[in-house]
């Protein structure tokens, strides 16, 4: 057994190394890890417009003018791999470390099976362009474009899906649609995919399109986001959990395979050129998202609460690939890429989810519930709608929640904009998330209930009341 005296001896010898070590690494900054996201240097100025990464390790980007860059080392080094000719490629989606699919413009498809060596065409078509592709591995893959599909039989000018499950060797068309948008596309199975883009070809902020299919293309079915606005980033983490991300800065996920989709964020930007372009989730809970003015946004409570990463004036982002719950890449302007291995920190973003009720007649008081992030102590509530401004009252703040009162007596009808207000100036704002309506407009069964609760007040003041005074 050791003595007390030698175990003491060890004891202040390891310390004395501890602080020795701190001392080192106190005169070499470099010797400690960097939080957040950290700038990779690429060696390129170009724009990269998709990241697919396999593990930690190992990440393919591409981007315009032929580039294909891959990393083996988590980004200490990025090396650029050569294409068949000159192309600017749009999305690309790693399988492992040696199976890769690329999609570029002119309308090309591209596969490599050694890593990268050696990348193959396996579609080409001299007309149009492709806006999305995925894999779900070395057999099957779908592309998504709006284009002339000649070569494989669509007419001029219409969006199309196609797939291939026989490595690329013949591709077959899935869906057709006249001037829409398809913009990107993702299967979390072989047979199971989403596809998403704006209805209107020359209006990416236009209304939504979703489609889903769960027997491998043969058919697809509608699906709809509240309030519909532009989607044009989608990724889906199982058959049943999908997230997309779009015009005004908007985020929806489904957890139920698309028969509902629900909100879960807007950043309330107003147009596609201010929007989110792409989002990658782990699951129902970890996201990422990114887009124009150098966004990433992140939540980590399947969308109740969303950090900011890197803020807005920074390099665009078009792309963003998620490994795990701390690790992640993003690229974009520039030659840009980014990395983070530590979940990329941040602050809680100012954000209103829902608010209940979300309509009421314009005779009450309403006790109206705010779910979202980031609400500060002092935050105040407004409902806006042209010159109409309707302050809210007792307002309680806990930071996903705040409850308040809205006197709604006598405004007028119509849809209002929800505007909670922190005491350092940030907004946010529920566009149309409040509606104000008519009483009477509600049918019979309401109008009686109106009328029984006023006779009700008027019993029980002996016909003797004051006109309210408006606040």
């Known amino acids: 057994m050791r003595s007390i005296k ?42 990269l417009n998709s990241v697919s990464a396999v593990d930690a390790n190992t990440a393919w980007a591409v981007g315009n003018n032929s580039t294909i860059l891959k990393t083996t080392d988590g980004g200490t080094t990025w090396l650029p791999q050569a294409t068949p000719s000159s192309l600017d490629f749009v999305g690309v989606k790693a399988i492992d470390a040696k ?20 990348w193959l065409v396996k579609f080409q078509n001299q007309s149009g362009d492709i806006n999305g592709l995925t894999a779900f591995d070395a057999d099957t893959a779908w592309a998504v474009g709006f284009y002339t599909w000649n070569s494989v039989g669509i007419p ?60 491998g293309g043969n058919s697809w079915a509608s699906q709809a986001t509240p309030g519909n606005p532009g989607q044009i980033g989608v990724s889906a983490a199982s058959e049943n959990v999908a997230w997309t991300c779009g015009a005004n800065g908007t985020v929806f996920k489904t957890v139920d395979g698309g028969v509902t989709w629900s909100k879960k964020l807007d950043l309330g930007l107003g147009a596609y050129a201010t929007g989110l372009i792409s989002v990658s989730a782990l699951d129902a809970n970890v996201a990422w998202a990114v887009g124009a003015g150098g966004y990433i946004l992140k939540t980590f409570d399947g969308g109740v609460t969303w950090m900011v990463q890197r803020p807005t004036g920074s390099s665009e982002l078009y792309s963003v690939s998620t490994v795990d719950a701390n690790t992640a890449w993003a690229v974009g302007e520039g030659g840009t890429i980014l990395h983070t291995t530590d979940g990329g920190g941040g602050s809680v973003i100012l954000n209103i989810n829902t608010v209940a009720p979300a309509s009421a007649a314009n005779l009450f008081v309403v006790d109206a519930q705010i779910a979202g992030s980031g609400f500060a102590t002092g935050a105040t509530v407004r409902l806006e709608r042209s010159s109409t401004v309707i302050n809210a009252t007792d307002v309680v703040v806990s930071p996903s929640q705040i409850t308040c009162k809205l006197n709604l007596n006598g405004q007028p009808l119509g849809k209002y904009n929800l505007i909670v207000k922190n005491p350092n100036g940030q907004e946010a704002t529920l566009a149309g998330g409040f509606s104000i309506t008519d009483a009477c407009g509600q049918g019979a069964g309401a109008s009686i209930v109106v009328l029984a609760g006023m006779m009700s007040l008027l019993s029980m003041a002996g016909l003797g009341f004051r006109r309210r005074k408006h606040r």
């Open 6 to 47: 030698a175990m003491r001896f060890r004891a202040t010898a390891l310390l004395v190394a501890l602080l020795a070590a701190a001392i080192a690494l106190a005169a070499c900054p470099g010797a400690l890890a960097a939080t957040g996201w950290q700038v990779q240097q690429s060696g390129k100025t170009v724009a």
């Open 99 to 118: 199976t890769a699919w690329a999609a570029a413009n002119p309308c090309t498809i591209l596969k490599t099976t050694d890593g990268g060596a050696t």
């Open 156 to 215: 001029d000018w219409n969006s199309v899906v196609i797939r291939t499950t026989d490595g690329g060797a013949s591709w077959a068309a899935s869906y057709t649609a006249n001037r829409v948008w398809f913009y990107e596309v993702a299967a979390p199975t072989a047979n199971v995919a989403w596809v998403v883009g704006p209805s209107n070809a020359s209006n990416p902020t236009g209304t939504n399109i979703i489609l889903k299919t769960g027997d």
